[in-house]
């Protein structure tokens, strides 16, 4: 998926002052309501050039665009992205 982030000058105040939405940040809920156990990161790593993945950390006040890689086992579920340890958002596949 390709994201498109702004982080705001504020962000420095926060736990660790940086944003991050790599794989490791999400996970997947399947249509069932159970929440996949695997790593999303698995097949998908390496699979692009560098310059083409969203930046692993970003920081107070910047802006960067990117393309975040997952393996999800299923075609249809919720994406969730954790942030300061809470889930921040959610997208419904399909």
Do not use: H, R
Request: with cysteine; net charge negative.
């Amino acid at each position: 998926m390709q994201l498109d982030v702004e982080t705001q000058p504020e962000l420095k105040d926060e736990l660790g002052g940086s944003f991050y939405a790599d794989a490791g940040a999400w996970k997947f809920i399947q249509a069932d309501g159970t929440t996949f156990n695997g790593m999303l990161f698995g097949n998908s790593y390496g699979c692009l050039p560098e310059t083409a993945i969203l930046p692993q950390s970003i920081g107070p006040g910047e802006t960067a665009s990117g393309t975040v890689l997952l393996d999800v086992p299923a075609l249809e579920g919720t994406l969730v992205l954790s942030y300061l340890g809470e889930d921040a958002w959610e997208w419904v596949i399909p």
